[in-house]
C-alpha cells in the first residue's frame, strides 16, 4: 500500500492466495497507470491522444503532449504539497485537463476521488469527509453552476481540504508548467483512484480500485471492443463515471494507443458533429440517449459512416431499441452490463444477433466467478444457486471486483457475501452461452437514465423538511428515461407541503439534480407489509395503476 495509508480496516483486499493465483494468470501485472502512459508515449509519441475543448478553446494532445502535461502537472501538484496516498477529489466535466489531471495524480501515487458534474455542496462534502480529501480539483464554472465556489464551501467545512484547484485559472496554469520531476512508482497492488456506487442504503459508497485490477479491466475491454490505434472513441457521457472512463472508455482507447475525443454534451447535435468531424469509430451511451440518436439520425445531414460500433449499458436496454440502433446508425450494436465495483459484461463483437440484442453480455475474465441466486433470500450465501436459466439475484467475485467498499465495514457486512461475493442487486438470467440477461432489480435504487439514485438517500433529504413525517421513493417506468423517481410523502399533522416546495427544498440541501424527485405525492398514511414496512410494491402498483386508468 501507498506511505501512511495502510491495507487495514479502511480498504479490504483480496486474500493472498487468491492474489497470487490474479498474478499467475496473468491479470495482475504490477504495471501502475502512471507506468502506463510513460509505455504509451514511447509508443505512440506523434499519435492524438486526446481531443476536445479547454473553455471554448480546441485542444489536441498527442501521446507526447499528454505524457509531459501530466509529468509537469505531477511537479506542479508536488510543489502544493500534494503526494503519495492523498485523496482528491476530481470534479472536472468532459475537457482533456481531465486526463491529464488524473494521470498527474497517479504518477505521485494521489487517489483520485471520482465526483460528477452534477454532485453539489452535499454529495462533495460527504465524499471529502469520508475520503479524507486534502484538495479538489474542479473548474469555475460549468453548465451554469460555479463550482469552484461550491469547492470553497466545502473546503471551508471539511478540515482535510487545503487546496482548491480550479482548471483553467491562471493559478493552475502555472502548476501545469512546472519542471518535470520523476517520482517514485506507487504499488501496483496497492489503491489508484476511488469510484463511487450508486447507493442503494443511503450515501454513495466509496469504491477503491487498485492499479492492477482496474488495468486488467481495461486492457480486457480494449480487446473485446477491437480497438486499434486507428480507432477513434467518442467519449460522450462524464468520463469519470467507470462506463466512459474504462468500458472500454477513455481509458481502453489510450491503452489501445488510440484517439479518444471528449464531447462536452452527449446530444446528437453535438456528438453528429464530432462523429463527422473526427472520424469516430467507437462510442458508448445510454438507453435514452441511444433512443435519441437513432430518432436524430434519420434527420440528420451529418456523415456518421465512420462509426462501426456504438455500446449501450448503465441501464437496460429494450429489446425494440436494440433492434433500431444497427439499422439506424448503420453500426454494430455492442451491449454492456457494468458495475463500478467491478464486473463488466459485454456482448462480443461476434456473437450471434440473438445474444447482441437479447441478453447484456458476458463477463470480461474467465475468472469472473458469477452465481445466480434465490432473489427472495437477501441472506443468500453463494452457494444457494437457482435452476440454471432461473431468474436470481447476481452475485459476483473476480480479479477486478472490489472486497469490499472504502471505510465501510458495517455495510460491507451485508453488501459482501462471508466468501467474498459482490451482492449486485441486480436480478438476471443466466443463458447457456453464459451471457446475462438483466430483468430486473432487488436493490432499493432507481436508475434514472443510467444516473443511479439511492431511494434511501432522498428519503433522508425529504423527512428533513418539517412538513414532512414521512417518505417512500420509487421508481416509475418512463418511456425516455427507463424510470423517473417518484416520492411519496406523509404530511406531520395539519400540513400540506406543496410538490414544487419539496422539490425546491430537496434541491437546496446540494444534492444533484438528478436526484430531486420527479414526482411527489402527497398521501396520508402508506400501506404496510405483513411485518409493518412501508410497502414500496403497493406504492409502485398504485402509481402503475394510476398511469392505466390515465
Ligand atoms: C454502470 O455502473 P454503475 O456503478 O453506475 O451502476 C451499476 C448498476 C448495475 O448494478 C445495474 O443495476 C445497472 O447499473 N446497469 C444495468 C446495465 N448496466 C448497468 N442494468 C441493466 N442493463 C445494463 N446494461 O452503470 C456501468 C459501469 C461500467 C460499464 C457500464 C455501466
Partial sequence: MSAGHPDGPDHVGWPADVAARYRAAGHWRGQTFGALLTTLAAAYGHRTAVVGESDGVPARWTYSDLDDRAHRLAAGLAGRGIGAGDRVLVQLPNRPEFVSVIFALWRLGAWPVFTLPAHRRTELRHF??????SAIITVAEHERHDHAATAREVADDVASVREVLVVG???????????????ADPDPE????????GGSTGLSKLIPRTHDDYLYSVRESARICALRPDSVYLAALPVAHNYPLSSPGVLGALHAGATTVLAPRPDPGVAFRLIESERVTISGVVPPLAAAWVQ??????????????LLVGGAKCARELAERIGPAL???????????????????LDDPDELVLGTQGRPISLDDEIRVVDPDNPDAASTDEVVPGEVGALLTRGPYTIRGYYRAAEHNATAFTSDGF???????RRHPSGHLEVVGRAKEQINRAGEKVSAEEVENHLIAHPDVLDAA?????????GERTCAYVVPTDGASPGEAELRRFVRERGIAAFKVPDLVIVVEKFPVTGVGK??????RAALAAQARNR
Fill in 128 to 133: 471529502a469527509e469520508k475520503a479524507e480529501a
Fill in 169 to 183: 485559472s491562471p493559478e493552475f496554469t502555472e502548476l501545469s508548467e512546472a519542471p518535470p520531476r520523476e517520482f
Fill in 190 to 197: 496497492g489503491v489508484a483512484f476511488l469510484q463511487l456506487s
Fill in 296 to 309: 436524430a439520425a434519420a434527420r440528420t445531414e451529418h456523415d456518421l459512416s465512420s462509426l462501426e460500433v
Fill in 330 to 348: 448503420g453500426c454494430r450494436l455492442q451491449q454492456v452490463f457494468g458495475m463500478a465495483e467491478g464486473l463488466v459484461c459485454y456482448t462480443r
Fill in 422 to 428: 459482490y451482492r449486485t442487486g441486480d436480478l438476471v
Fill in 473 to 481: 421513493v420509487v421508481g416509475v417506468p418512463d418511456e425516455y428515461l
Fill in 534 to 539: 412501508t410497502s414500496k410494491r403497493e406504492l
